[in-house]
């Protein structure tokens, strides 16, 4: 029998090359219908044993490569060597290789919402932070920078988010490096630490079919970053390039000039404001900004050393910011080998990144004080110019000499005023406010093809992210922003360790009609939180607490998190038309009870129509796929509270001490008390249920493709900051499991090759997104007649807020009065509805009235090219979203002030107003908006330098133009708060490119 079946069976062998004719490692090659097959060695060379003889097909993929079929013959007891096999490069979107939660696969198989940009599509010009490549690229993504300062923080909304009280941020993976969302002390933004030039494709997983597999913290989406590597076979290459930028503000604060202000105050004014008057004309927001300069320059070298790819890579940031004495120098690096060892056996990828920040921080409170402050007032006090009190050389010397309002009592005692604003170049200028920020990540995987099954490899993956913060700020004695304090002298730092180990064994192979991939793993993930607090000293050295107390060293504080998780997903792919995808998570957080794990399944079916028999013919049908999917996701991070369900105790700090004793010099002695924390033994995460259908299509040759989005998200026990009844020792509310909120929304994308020829081409891409968010719980029993959690703090009075969450109403919903209007169209100070038919206007006649989330979020842009030129832009859009002009609000003639008179928003001239009205809704605009957020024309110039080199030109502008119905100064504000964010700059970019 032995010697029967040796005569019906041969060998297969063959070399597998690429495009260039040189061989491709780790290509699978197999024989359809069948488990037989393998890889190929690090030559390209593969043989396969025990081949049925007869007629077979040969299959050859490669992720990133078109897939290759060959008919063969196989002869009983012989070789049958198979020759002119060759793949080349994708060149149809459907076979694009796309990144995945622990993995790729080729775009047509995908049965998630799964969204990837590349580099070619990043946002283009002076990019500073990673997001921002991405900023109106990608549907159901909503991204929103703080403001224009240099490494500015970002919000990051993935379908409207899916918490309150805990982060809404998304995860972030950084080649397989899920990283830290705590912020770093000394850093305002912890990914500006990344270079953006060594990111190759940023991948956004929305639905719960993609990100499940990342289990308790993917609720608020998943982000992947790949950075750029080595290619097996390339030859070495050098790539320099330099951007050279300058940034203006594009508008100023609209309010008075000086000599509007005079007359303001000589009309309105008592006798002792208008006596406050100076007589220069000092435009406080120009004397506090700046052209601001930044360079960007960039190395990267490429090859093979014998068969190991590599790329080395180096980086220098310097950016001005707009605000004086603001500035970012980062230094960065990166180091990529992407071996293929044992015969294509063994896939070996080692990725270290590492950066220094040097930051100079201005003091951000010079912005909106040189809103308020009086413009009849010169910087420096100069003889009796801006010295309406008449005040000593030696007073006056008390602020450094910039001028500050001052207070006289009736004994002629002449202090700082503390109610006035302060100086706004004194502020910058009175500060010295540095850190120094480092950060390294890196990691080694290791993808191995075990030789005694076909189809099983095992990956380990080992992990870590280091960030160091550290920094000081100083102010001196003479300064007026902290004069009674005696200035300010103190340093900050921190410590941030990440360190992983994920482990995942994977199968392949054919089970009945379709292929299977089987995926299980193990993940474990720590993260250390170290940070120095140090004593607070005076700018003399003496430290800001009576000098008898005991204690003058630093505290030290350790926060741990540990997660825990197991992990499967299962592929099933029948004819390359009916897809099923299943993934199970079980997790684990040292947040949490011990007894407490998460289980978070998913499942998801798709159909490729296009695989029809009767579509296969249809030349107009290029693609064409339904997708369901459903499933469950977590959300553990609460920031800074690591142990909510532990009873812990807090010291206290060094102004709340009991004296126990006296020294040994006979000095009393004081000591700090340990105080009980509010704690929930029964907390855990919250738990988001998504429903997602969605549509594929492609048509005329794949020239106009996109994708259909329909979700709904249930989020269900949320992390909820809410009162409590006080307790002795305890604070009077906490963090529970309370309250439910919905988000409901459709995403379009479509993508538009109008023109595809030899030398010109023109494309065009669009995306939106409608969201809708609702709470449907938010205590244990909500009735109908609840207010809701007010929140959304707002500058003006004391504790007031703008804003609540109500059941029935969208999160961040602003709670006002309804304005009454006079005949002339102009609010009639103090005169509202009486909703409730009281007879008096009270805090029960505020209503909820807009919000401040957009009800659509819009991308879109075009790339034309003609030979060499380029030509590309970007716009985003927000529409329905409103915002609280709190600038605006605060404009009103005070008659109460003494001593100094604020300066106001020229809204005053038409309002009116004598005393504050912060909460009428004549103060909520409508902040839609229309951005161009790049415009580039660039040209290559090829091989002009010598043959085999590439130069080439560009000229970038960002933030073009901005329309807009909102009177503020920009309507793309975090929170729906106006209260004078840092201008977002214009920014004109010329930039230079070298390949070697």
């Given at each position: 029998?032995?010697?029967?079946y040796?005569?019906?069976i041969g060998?297969v062998s063959g070399?597998?090359l690429?495009e260039?004719?040189?061989g491709?490692?780790?290509?699978?090659v197999?024989?359809e219908g069948?488990?037989l097959g393998?890889?190929?060695?690090?030559d390209?060379?593969?043989?396969?044993q025990?081949?049925p003889?007869?007629?077979?097909t040969?299959?050859?993929s490669?992720?990133?490569?078109t897939?290759?079929r060959?008919s063969?013959s196989v002869?009983?007891?012989q070789?049958?060597?198979v020759?002119?096999?060759?793949?080349?490069?994708n060149t149809?979107?459907?076979?694009?290789?796309v990144?995945?939660?622990?993995g790729?696969?080729?775009?047509?198989d995908?049965?998630?919402?799964v969204?990837q940009?590349?580099e070619?599509?990043?946002?283009?010009?002076?990019?500073?932070?990673p997001?921002?490549?991405?900023?109106?690229?990608?549907?159901?993504v909503q991204?929103t920078?703080g403001?224009g300062a240099?490494g500015?923080s970002s919000?990051?909304?993935i379908?409207?988010?899916?918490?309150?009280?805990?982060?809404n941020s998304p995860?972030?993976?950084?080649?397989?490096?899920?990283?830290?969302?705590?912020g770093?002390a000394?850093?305002t933004?912890p990914l500006?630490?990344i270079n953006?030039?060594?990111?190759?494709?940023?991948?956004?997983l929305?639905d719960a079919?993609?990100?499940?597999?990342?289990?308790?913290?993917?609720?608020?989406?998943?982000?992947?970053?790949t950075?750029k590597?080595?290619?097996q076979g390339?030859?070495?290459?050098?790539?320099v390039s330099?951007?050279q930028?300058?940034?203006n503000v594009?508008?100023y604060s609209?309010i008075?000039?000086a000599?509007?202000?005079r007359?303001?105050?000589?009309t309105r004014g008592?006798?002792?404001?208008?006596a406050?008057?100076?007589?220069?004309s000092t435009d406080?927001?120009?004397e506090?900004y700046?052209s601001?300069?930044t360079s960007?320059n960039n190395?990267?070298i490429?090859g093979?050393?014998?068969?190991?790819p590599?790329?080395?890579?180096g980086?220098?940031?310097?950016?001005?910011?707009?605000?004086k004495?603001n500035d970012?120098?980062?230094f960065s690096g990166?180091?990529?080998?992407?071996?293929v060892?044992l015969n294509?056996?063994?896939?070996?990828?080692?990725?270290?990144k590492?950066?220094w920040i040097d930051?100079n921080?201005?003091?951000?409170?010079?912005v909106?004080n040189?809103v308020?402050f009086?413009?009849?007032?010169?910087?420096q006090?100069?003889?009796t110019e801006?010295?309406?009190?008449g005040l000593?050389?030696?007073?006056?010397?008390a602020?450094?000499?910039?001028?500050?309002?001052?207070?006289r009592?009736e004994n002629?005692?002449?202090s700082l005023n503390t109610?006035s604003?302060?100086?706004?170049?004194?502020?910058?200028?009175?500060r010295?406010d540095r850190s120094?920020v480092?950060?390294?990540i890196?990691?080694?995987?290791?993808?191995?093809?075990?030789p005694?099954?076909?189809?099983?490899?095992?990956?380990?993956n080992l992990g870590?992210?280091i960030q160091?913060g550290r920094?000081?700020?100083?102010?001196?004695?003479?300064?007026?922003?902290d004069?009674n304090?005696?200035?300010?002298?103190?340093n900050y730092?921190?410590?941030l360790?990440?360190t992983?180990l994920e482990a995942?064994a994977?199968?392949?192979?054919?089970?009945?009609p379709?292929?299977?991939?089987l995926?299980a793993g193990?993940s474990?993930?720590?993260?250390d939180n170290r940070?120095?607090?140090?004593?607070?000293?005076?700018a003399?050295?003496s430290i800001?607490?009576?000098?008898?107390?005991?204690?003058?060293?630093?505290?030290t504080?350790l926060?741990?998190?540990?997660?825990?998780g197991?992990?499967g997903?299962l592929?099933y792919?029948?004819?390359d038309k009916y897809?099923?995808t299943?993934t199970?998570?079980?997790?684990?957080?040292?947040r949490?009870?011990?007894d407490?794990?998460?289980f978070?399944p998913?499942g998801?079916?798709a159909?490729?129509?296009?695989?029809?028999?009767f579509?296969?013919?249809?030349?107009?049908?290029s693609?064409?796929?339904?997708?369901?999917?459903y499933?469950?996701?977590?959300?553990?991070d609460?920031?800074?509270?690591?142990?909510?369900?532990?009873?812990?105790?807090?010291l206290s700090?060094?102004?709340?001490q009991?004296?126990?004793?006296?020294?040994?010099?006979?000095?009393p002695r004081?000591?700090?008390?340990?105080?009980?924390?509010?704690?929930n033994?029964?907390?855990t995460?919250?738990?988001?249920?998504?429903?997602?259908?969605?549509?594929d299509?492609?048509?005329?040759?794949?020239?106009?493709f996109?994708?259909?989005?329909?979700?709904?998200?249930?989020?269900?026990?949320?992390l909820?900051?809410?009162?409590?009844?006080?307790l002795?020792?305890?604070?009077?509310?906490?963090?529970?499991?309370?309250?439910?909120?919905t988000?409901k929304?459709?995403?379009?994308?479509?993508?538009?090759d109008?023109?595809k020829g030899d030398?010109?081409?023109?494309t065009?891409?669009?995306?939106?997104?409608y969201n809708r968010?609702r709470?449907?719980k938010?205590?244990?029993s909500?009735s109908?007649?609840d207010i809701?959690?007010l929140t959304g703090?707002?500058s003006?009075?004391?504790?007031?807020?703008?804003q609540?969450n109500?059941v029935g109403?969208?999160?961040?919903t602003?709670?006002?009065?309804?304005?009454?209007?006079?005949q002339?169209g102009?609010p009639l100070?103090?005169?509202?509805?009486?909703?409730?038919?009281?007879?008096t206007?009270?805090?029960?006649?505020r209503?909820?009235?807009?919000?401040a989330?957009?009800?659509?979020?819009?991308?879109g842009?075009a790339?034309?090219?003609y030979g060499?030129?380029?030509?590309?832009?970007?716009?985003?859009?927000n529409?329905?979203?409103?915002?609280y002009?709190n600038?605006?609000?605060?404009?009103f003639?005070?008659?109460s002030?003494?001593?100094?008179?604020?300066?106001?928003?020229?809204?005053v001239?038409n309002?009116?107003?004598?005393?504050?009205?912060?909460?009428?809704?004549y103060?909520?605009?409508?902040g839609?908006f229309?951005?161009?957020?790049?415009?580039t024309?660039?040209y290559?110039?090829?091989?002009?330098?010598?043959?085999?080199?590439?130069?080439?030109l560009s000229?970038?502008?960002?933030n073009?133009f901005?329309l807009?119905?909102y009177?503020?100064l920009?309507?793309?504000?975090?929170g729906?708060i106006?209260?004078?964010?840092?201008?977002?700059?214009r920014?004109?970019?010329?930039?230079?490119n070298?390949?070697?």
């Amino acid at each position: 029998m032995s010697s029967a079946y040796a005569q019906g069976i041969g060998t297969v062998s063959g070399r597998v090359l690429d495009e260039k004719g040189e061989g491709m490692p780790g290509v699978t090659v197999i024989i359809e219908g069948t488990n037989l097959g393998g890889s190929t060695n690090s030559d390209g060379s593969f043989s396969i044993q025990n081949v049925p003889s007869g007629p077979h097909t040969l299959i050859m993929s490669f992720v990133g490569y078109t897939t290759q079929r060959q008919s063969i013959s196989v002869t009983a007891g012989q070789n049958t060597a198979v020759s002119s096999l060759t793949l080349s490069e994708n060149t149809t979107l459907l076979n694009e290789a796309v990144v995945i939660g622990y993995g790729t696969q080729r775009r047509q198989d995908l049965t998630g919402a799964v969204e990837q940009i590349s580099e070619k599509q990043f946002v283009k010009g002076q990019v500073t932070n990673p997001e921002q490549l991405v900023q109106g690229k990608v549907a159901g993504v909503q991204i929103t920078t703080g403001g224009g300062a240099p490494g500015t923080s970002s919000q990051i909304l993935i379908r409207g988010g899916s918490s309150l009280s805990a982060s809404n941020s998304p995860l972030i993976i950084i080649d397989g490096v899920p990283v830290d969302n705590n912020g770093l002390a000394g850093a305002t933004n912890p990914l500006s630490l990344i270079n953006p030039n060594d990111i190759e494709s940023i991948t956004v997983l929305k639905d719960a079919s993609s990100t499940a597999i990342y289990g308790v913290r993917a609720s608020n989406g998943v982000i992947l970053v790949t950075t750029k590597k080595g290619v097996q076979g390339e030859a070495f290459h050098v790539n320099v390039s330099t951007q050279q930028s300058i940034a203006n503000v594009v508008k100023y604060s609209d309010i008075l000039s000086a000599d509007e202000f005079r007359e303001l105050v000589n009309t309105r004014g008592t006798a002792g404001q208008k006596a406050t008057l100076g007589t220069a004309s000092t435009d406080w927001q120009r004397e506090i900004y700046r052209s601001a300069y930044t360079s960007d320059n960039n190395v990267s070298i490429s090859g093979n050393a014998g068969k190991v790819p590599y790329r080395v890579s180096g980086g220098f940031l310097s950016q001005e910011g707009l605000l004086k004495a603001n500035d970012l120098k980062r230094f960065s690096g990166a180091l990529s080998l992407t071996p293929v060892l044992l015969n294509g056996n063994l896939r070996v990828s080692v990725n270290v990144k590492g950066s220094w920040i040097d930051n100079n921080f201005s003091n951000q409170g010079a912005v909106g004080n040189a809103v308020t402050f009086d413009p009849t007032q010169p910087i420096q006090v100069n003889g009796t110019e801006g010295n309406p009190f008449g005040l000593t050389p030696a007073q006056l010397g008390a602020y450094g000499g910039y001028t500050e309002f001052n207070n006289r009592d009736e004994n002629g005692v002449v202090s700082l005023n503390t109610l006035s604003p302060r100086n706004p170049l004194g502020l910058i200028n009175q500060r010295r406010d540095r850190s120094t920020v480092k950060r390294s990540i890196g990691n080694i995987q290791l993808d191995y093809k075990l030789p005694f099954l076909t189809g099983l490899s095992a990956n380990l993956n080992l992990g870590y992210d280091i960030q160091r913060g550290r920094g000081t700020t100083f102010v001196p004695a003479t300064a007026g922003s902290d004069f009674n304090r005696q200035g300010v002298n103190n340093n900050y730092s921190q410590d941030l360790d990440n360190t992983l180990l994920e482990a995942y064994a994977k199968y392949e192979r054919t089970i009945g009609p379709g292929r299977a991939e089987l995926l299980a793993g193990y993940s474990y993930q720590k993260f250390d939180n170290r940070s120095y607090v140090f004593n607070d000293f005076r700018a003399d050295g003496s430290i800001f607490a009576p000098v008898s107390l005991s204690y003058s060293g630093e505290d030290t504080y350790l926060n741990t998190n540990v997660l825990l998780g197991f992990f499967g997903r299962l592929n099933y792919n029948i004819s390359d038309k009916y897809l099923f995808t299943g993934t199970f998570r079980a997790d684990g957080t040292s947040r949490f009870n011990p007894d407490h794990f998460g289980f978070f399944p998913s499942g998801a079916f798709a159909w490729r129509i296009k695989g029809e028999d009767f579509l296969k013919d249809a030349t107009a049908i290029s693609d064409l796929k339904i997708r369901l999917g459903y499933g469950q996701t977590g959300q553990q991070d609460l920031g800074g509270n690591f142990y909510p369900f532990l009873a812990n105790l807090s010291l206290s700090n060094l102004t709340a001490q009991y004296q126990v004793g006296y020294n040994a010099d006979g000095t009393p002695r004081f000591l700090r008390t340990l105080r009980p924390d509010q704690y929930n033994g029964d907390i855990t995460w919250e738990t988001t249920t998504t429903y997602n259908a969605g549509l594929d299509y492609g048509f005329f040759g794949g020239r106009f493709f996109g994708s259909v989005d329909f979700y709904k998200r249930d989020t269900e026990d949320l992390l909820n900051f809410r009162p409590v009844a006080a307790l002795a020792g305890l604070s009077n509310g906490g963090t529970f499991n309370t309250g439910s909120l919905t988000n409901k929304g459709v995403e379009l994308i479509a993508n538009v090759d109008v023109v595809k020829g030899d030398r010109l081409n023109i494309t065009v891409n669009a995306n939106a997104t409608y969201n809708r968010n609702r709470l449907t719980k938010l205590t244990g029993s909500d009735s109908p007649n609840d207010i809701g959690q007010l929140t959304g703090g707002i500058s003006g009075g004391v504790g007031n807020t703008i804003q609540v969450n109500t059941v029935g109403y969208s999160t961040q919903t602003f709670y006002v009065n309804q304005q009454v209007y006079g005949q002339n169209g102009k609010p009639l100070e103090g005169v509202y509805v009486d909703r409730d038919g009281s007879g008096t206007i009270t805090s029960s006649d505020r209503y909820r009235y807009k919000s401040a989330r957009p009800d659509y979020v819009l991308g879109g842009g075009a790339n034309i090219s003609y030979g060499g030129a380029n030509l590309a832009f970007t716009l985003r859009s927000n529409l329905g979203n409103y915002v609280y002009n709190n600038n605006r609000a605060s404009s009103f003639y005070d008659l109460s002030t003494s001593g100094f008179v604020p300066n106001r928003n020229r809204e005053v001239l038409n309002s009116g107003f004598s005393s504050a009205q912060y909460f009428s809704d004549y103060f909520v605009e409508n902040g839609s908006f229309l951005r161009m957020e790049n415009v580039t024309l660039g040209y290559n110039f090829g091989e002009m330098v010598r043959k085999g080199t590439n130069l080439s030109l560009s000229f970038a502008v960002q933030n073009v133009f901005l329309l807009t119905k909102y009177k503020g100064l920009d309507p793309e504000v975090i929170g729906g708060i106006d209260n004078t964010i840092y201008p977002r700059p214009r920014t004109f970019t010329v930039g230079l490119n070298l390949g070697i």
